[in-house]
């Protein structure tokens, strides 16, 4: 296995800071320091002012951490990914075909993880985590951000299964870790069937002003309207069954270009023991894999650098379980995460930017 380089030096990307309740805050300043709630109003303005993207973007990653990241470490996690996407696809753009002329633009999303690393600061996240998506405002803001990054490319022409393809040739991808998964699965689901009672109120108060953030649908039906071109969650903190209830939008209805790709291990304690006690003796995605629905899995083998993955490994559609338990392994008889944060390598750059390729 290849480890990532730490990419400090990486500076190109933007972060964008949620708070405990789901909502996008201004970083304080001054000598109060305290952070400033972003309002309906001003979201516009802010993902103007917030995401930067370079001339001719090809490619949009946008990136949402999991457990035990305060800013600090988040902003190095975001640096490292990022700096590794552009690293690694330099450095072997023959095996992506796809991804020629390659000029990605980078999103970090920010959310409070922090909790003592024990079982019950494991339960106390998954609780905040369902709280922020499923309660909160996270689903809203979240999905308001896919939204803006979908009205900027533009909406002028229309390619592969009725999907609607950029004007400005750009693809956005979602990576998450952990439970950053289910704020971006529970985001993604927002544009066919928005769940939190936050959003739902949000919604109701944003009248035709839904254009150029919010796409208003067919006459205003309650809808985002946007399309992502992959997900990709790596070790995720979610109950292996739920893409048999909660998230079986995301299978059928939401506006998903790709499969949904999720890596497990059986070295992941976090989600083989810690998920299994928390959730009634269910083991995590990120422990197994997804089991439900049946009709809709594949599975594959988190594959070398010089192995390439093929529409087998990659359909077009479904979840697709890759089994990195050969490589996600590292852990210490002190470490309680086992391996559920030991997917830092090229071979995981690999899959992902193997993801990108087959987009295209």
């Known amino acids: 296995m290849n480890k990532l380089h730490d990419g400090q030096a990486f500076t190109r990307y933007s972060m964008l800071v949620l708070d405990d309740q789901g909502r996008f805050v ?37 990136w949402v951490h999991g457990w035990q990241n305060d800013l600090v470490s988040a902003n190095y996690d ?24 390659f000029k990605p633009g980078f999103l970090a999303v920010h959310w409070p993880s922090k909790s003592p690393a024990t079982l019950r600061g494991y339960i106390q996240m998954r609780d905040r985590a369902s709280a922020m998506t499923d309660q909160g405002y996270a689903e809203f803001f979240l999905a308001s951000l896919l939204g803006y990054l979908d009205s900027s490319r533009g909406r002028n022409s229309v390619g592969e299964q009725g999907t609607l393809r950029s004007a400005r040739g ?32 949000l919604l109701r108060e944003i009248p035709d002003t839904r ?37 079986r939008g995301l299978i059928d209805t939401a506006p998903l270009r790709g499969p949904i790709v999720l890596t497990h291990s059986k070295h992941d304690k976090a989600n083989c023991k810690w998920h299994w006690y928390a959730e009634w003796l ?12 049946k009709e809709y899995l594949h599975a594959a083998r988190l594959h070398s650098l010089d192995q390439p993955y093929t529409s087998v490994d990659i359909p077009t559609r479904g979840i697709v379980n890759v089994d990195a338990s050969a490589a996600y392994t590292s852990s210490s008889l002190f470490d309680v995460q086992g391996a559920h ?20």
């Open 26 to 62: 201004r970083k304080g300043q001054g000598a109060s320091r305290t952070d400033l709630v972003v309002t309906l109003p001003e979201l516009s303005e802010y993902f103007q002012q917030k995401v930067v993207l370079p001339p001719a973007v090809t490619d949009v990653f946008v």
């Open 170 to 201: 750009f693809a956005v991808h979602c990576v998450g870790h952990s439970f950053g998964g289910r704020f971006l699965t529970a985001a993604v689901r927002a544009a066919a069937t928005p769940k939190s009672p936050k959003t739902l109120s």
């Open 78 to 101: 975001a640096r490292r990914l990022f700096h590794a996407i552009e690293t690694v696809q330099a450095a072997r753009a023959t095996h992506y075909p796809g991804l020629r002329d």
């Open 211 to 247: 254009r150029g953030l919010l796409a208003a649908g067919d006459g205003g039906d309650g809808r985002f309207a946007f399309t992502i071109d992959s997900l990709l969650v790596f070790q995720m903190a979610a109950p292996h069954k739920s893409f048999a209830s909660q998230l």
């Open 282 to 293: 269910e083991s995590g995605i990120g422990c197994c894999g997804a089991t439900q629905p």
């Open 341 to 360: 944060s030991d997917y830092w390598y090229e071979e995981s750059i690999h899959l992902l930017l193997s993801l990108a390729n087959a987009t295209r």
